[in-house]
């Protein structure tokens, strides 16, 4: 995979996850794998998605990688494990002129349903404090059973700037979505989940 690219995904998470100060002290060191030929791999959401957004390929993403982007690591391996986590793909957007500069769309896939939602009740409980300082919001428009937050600047960082995070149930898979931008808000990030839904109904 390019140079580029790779710097891409890896500048989204250390932007997110470090740059925010005091909003999340997990780390960013993603380790990926490009996408082969899988029956275990989740369906990619297409680059053409975002058309109006640099992206980067489509990567298989292992629980390894997913555990070490929070705060506390070991909780997270023990959640993936007992879920039955099998396999996770992802693809970053970056750039553009609209709402969001960055996004980062992952698809978690489990052995069964009941695991996707042993995950997303992690989620649920947790996210706010282990990937970034963030506010639990319910906006009208999320797909059923979707759980969301809004992390609003604080001051802390002068590159702090609006983020939202979403995960919600497809089947036995999970569909994240870490996204942020300057002028990022509830309503946009609402329309942008339901783009993200569509596309991951059509490939599922």
């Not at 555990?67 to 909780?75: I, R």
């Not at 590159?159 to 002028?183: C, E, I, K, M, T």
């Not at 509830?186 to 569509?198: C, I, K, P, R, S």
Request: hydrophobic fraction near 45%; include cysteine.
């Amino acid at each position: 995979m390019p140079v580029k690219r790779i710097l891409a995904v890896v500048a989204f998470i250390a932007i997110l996850a470090v740059c925010l100060g005091a909003c999340s002290s997990g780390s960013g060191d993603a380790r990926s794998t490009p996408v082969v030929e899988d029956a275990s791999a989740p369906p990619a959401v297409p680059a053409s998605v975002l058309p109006r957004m640099v992206t980067s390929d489509a990567d298989r993403v292992d629980a390894e990688t997913i555990a070490t982007e929070v705060v506390h690591p070991d909780e997270l391996r023990a959640v993936l494990d007992a879920a039955g986590f099998s396999s996770a793909v992802e693809r970053s957007f970056q750039g553009g002129t609209g709402p969001f500069s960055r996004v980062l769309a992952r698809t978690l896939a489990f052995s069964t349903e009941e695991g996707g939602a042993a995950y997303l009740d992690w989620f649920r409980t947790d996210a706010s404090a282990e990937i970034i300082t963030a506010k639990a919001i319910s906006p009208e428009g999320l797909p059923n059973g979707a759980v969301a937050f809004r992390h609003v600047p604080d001051g802390c960082c002068r590159r702090d700037f609006p983020v939202y995070l979403a995960a919600w149930p497809r089947g036995s898979s999970v569909v994240f979505l870490h996204v942020g931008g300057q002028r990022a808000t509830t309503e946009a990030f609402v329309d942008l989940v339901a783009t993200f839904e569509a596309e991951v109904g059509s490939t599922g």
